[in-house]
């Protein structure tokens, strides 16, 4: 599996690796919603060895899991490699939410987490 998720320290943890599929993507956006919707969530996203997203797997323009959960969500960071910044940043529709999204480099996942557990 390219990714799954834990509940640690006060954080949603998504760790995503290898190619990501839409299935398995929605599974466990699915599986973390509850532990989302207690408000006030604060998501990390650890990519380590990431190969894209597999564009022939479902719609990627499906955006639900966010209308129904951006809400609850007070900050969100992703740690991974510097060339994935900009697909990131777009995966996560940064401009258009409402709350703070910060992109770090592999190697700050300390940085990211302080920042995520500031205010």
């Given at each position: 599996?390219?990714?799954?998720?834990?509940?640690?320290?006060?954080?949603?943890?998504?760790?995503?690796?290898?190619?990501?599929?839409?299935?398995?993507?929605?599974?466990?956006?699915?599986?973390?919603?509850?532990?989302?919707?207690?408000?006030?969530?604060?998501?990390?996203?650890?990519?380590?060895?990431?190969?894209?997203?597999?564009?022939?797997?479902?719609?990627w323009?499906?955006?639900?899991?966010g209308?129904?959960?951006?809400?609850?969500?007070?900050?969100?960071?992703?740690?991974?490699?510097?060339?994935?910044?900009?697909?990131?940043?777009?995966?996560?529709?940064?401009?258009?939410?409402?709350f703070?999204?910060?992109?770090?480099?592999?190697?700050?996942?300390?940085?990211?987490?302080?920042?995520?557990?500031?205010?």
């Open positions: 599996m390219a990714i799954d998720w834990v509940y640690e320290d006060g954080l949603v943890i998504f760790n995503v690796s290898g190619r990501l599929t839409k299935p398995e993507l929605d599974a466990c956006q699915a599986e973390a919603e509850p532990t989302i919707q207690q408000g006030q969530a604060k998501i990390l996203n650890i990519v380590t060895n990431f190969a894209g997203w597999d564009d022939n797997s479902g719609d323009g499906d955006l639900s899991f209308e129904r959960n951006d809400q609850y969500i007070q900050k969100m960071a992703t740690v991974g490699d510097e060339k994935w910044r900009d697909q990131a940043d777009m995966f996560t529709l940064k401009v258009l939410r409402k703070p999204i910060k992109y770090f480099i592999e190697g700050q996942e300390e940085l990211a987490r302080a920042w995520l557990l500031s205010d």
